[in-house]
């Protein structure tokens, strides 16, 4: 998932929940889009959400065959955890992300159930971990979206597609303590 940027030197993580990257000095936006992945009871297709620039180029296409398809992915069930300065409630709105270069380092986490950075590291933004609801027959990676994230104001219908559920701990193979159960897991994206 890391593409470094060879000429100018730096990193890329994607900013998922954000339509827009921090605004420092150090980072730039390459391209703001929206978030695909398949469909969310697929048997088949992808296991990781991508970010769709809003601006598609096409080369030859065809129709019918066997294929696959790409959905927009909505947020499901993430109330009561993300901040509400962008949006009173989340549920089915259209996810956003931005794919953001870094000039001044040259490699990127994400660390899962962790809120800053360790030692030596440079946090990006922190957020909750997201991923497929493990009901559904479809996976997905996780990923850190913002604690508070963006919505696509054109996309606030329940059109499923693909789906992003919060993560909670959960006890058993998992040590709990640390871990509590059934709590929102957190994480951060960090650069170095």
Known sequence: MLVPFVENGGTTYTYWGRSTCPNNKSTTTVYSGIVGGSWYTSHGGAANYVCLPRNPQWNKYGTGGTTTGMYGTEFEEL????????????????????????RSRSSQIMVPARRECYQGWTKEYEGYLVAA???HHGRTMFVCVDHD???????YEDKNGALMYKVLATCGSLPCPNYTNARELTCVVCTK
């Open 79 to 102: 109330n009561g955890v993300f901040g509400t300065k962008n949006a009173d409630t989340f549920n089915n709105h259209d996810v956003v992300c931005a794919v953001c270069h870094v």
């Open 133 to 135: 609801h493990d009901g």
């Open 149 to 155: 994230p963006n919505a696509d104001p054109k996309g």
